[in-house]
Nanobody, 128 residues
Framework: QLQLVESGGGSVQPGGSLRLSCAASGFSLRYNAIGWFRQAPGKEREGVSFISSSGGITNYVDSVKGRFTISRDNAKKMVYLQMNSLKPEDTAVYYC?????????????????????WGQGTQVTVSS
């Protein structure tokens, strides 16, 4: 059974850092694009960062550019989101998601409709 499990969330002060991890089981991961999404209370879910199946393409929402870094290790079936210089507005539940698998080389998508496998989420709270 395909499963994604996030970890690494927590509470930090503004300016702090966290590293989120997403562990995949039940599938290879190397054929899937991966996205990190977040949802704050009362707000719609938004895509934060995306990475192609082989890691060659990455993208970020403007509000996190220069502060967040997405990476992946397909051999370990892991995806990471390094979050630096955190701000209170980064507070949200963060989810990792995988696209449908494809054999396309270095497959990339930032279309939320193409992400069908989701983790349970991990809470990130940035507050002084």
């Amino acid at each position: 059974q395909l499963q994604l499990v996030e970890s690494g969330g927590g509470s930090v002060q503004p300016g702090g850092s966290l590293r989120l991890s997403c562990a995949a089981s039940g599938f290879s991961l190397r054929y899937n694009a991966i996205g990190w999404f977040r949802q704050a209370p009362g707000k719609e879910r938004e895509g934060v960062s995306f990475i192609s199946s082989s890691g060659g393409i990455t993208n970020y929402v403007d509000s996190v550019k220069g502060r967040f870094t997405i990476s992946r290790d397909n051999a370990k079936k892991m995806v990471y989101l390094q979050m630096n210089s955190l701000k209170p507005e980064d507070t949200a539940v963060y989810y990792c998601a995988a696209s449908d698998p494809t054999y396309a080389n270095n497959y990339y998508t930032d279309d939320p409709e193409r992400y069908h496998y989701w983790g349970q989420g991990t809470q990130v709270t940035v507050s002084s």
